[in-house]
């Protein structure tokens, strides 16, 4: 399936003050996060932040939250953000059907909202850079359960030069200067 930015959407699950301290390899973890969510600011695909119990976790870290114009989160306490109103209002309202998915942790929130996603009939793409969990075993094990559900996974590299599609589009510089 060829990713493309129309009625595609992106969705960045629970980066939040007191979950992201405890996450594996957090500071590469941030770097392509951050990346991505400029990048699918420069290309114009709607993004939506999520936060887990917020009262307990924490809002959306500072570098995060700062990279957004407007910043909004949509608070949840189910692990899975299908079926969560605010969600479902923003996919009906940008017509998704192709999700971005990244978030923490992998195994969890990431895991059950791309298996939810799926069976509900959308696209999820789990961005595997741009996902984390405290241990290593715990995202190596949401990876494969990805490609047990056969739901596609990519870098956000990747991703964005697959949205990008050509050297001659607009925003393939800046997008470029990204990922150097």
């Given at each position: ?14 980066f939040?003050?007191r979950?992201?301290?405890a ?9 392509n ?7 699918l600011?420069?290309?114009g695909?709607?993004?939506v ?14 570098e ?10 949509i608070?949840?306490?189910?692990f ?6 605010e ?8 017509q ?8 923490i942790?992998?195994h969890?929130c ?5 298996v939810d ?21 715990s995202?190596?094990?949401a990876?494969?359960?990805?490609r ?7 870098t956000?590299?990747?991703i964005?030069?697959e ?15 990204l990922?150097?």
């Amino acid at each position: 399936m060829r990713i493309t930015k129309e009625n595609t959407t992106a969705l960045f699950i629970d980066f939040q003050e007191r979950l992201f301290p405890a996450m594996n390899e957090k500071e590469i973890l941030l770097k392509n996060t951050k990346m991505l969510v400029e990048g699918l600011m420069i290309l114009g695909i709607p993004a939506v932040f999520t936060q887990q119990y917020t009262k307990g976790l924490g809002e959306t870290i500072d570098e995060l939250k700062s990279l957004v114009p407007g910043f909004t989160a949509i608070e949840k306490t189910d692990f899975s953000c299908v079926g969560v109103e605010e969600y479902t209002e923003f996919l009906l309202h940008h017509q998704s059907r192709t999700i971005i998915l990244c978030g923490i942790e992998a195994h969890v929130c990431v895991l059950q909202t791309a298996v939810d996603l799926k069976e509900a009939g959308f696209h999820p793409i789990v961005v595997t850079d741009c996902i984390s969990s405290r241990s290593a075993l715990s995202k190596e094990s949401a990876i494969d359960r990805f490609r047990f559900e056969n739901i596609m996974t990519a870098t956000s590299e990747s991703i964005l030069f697959e949205l990008t599609r050509s050297a001659k589009a607009e925003g393939f510089r800046a997008i470029s200067k990204l990922v150097k």
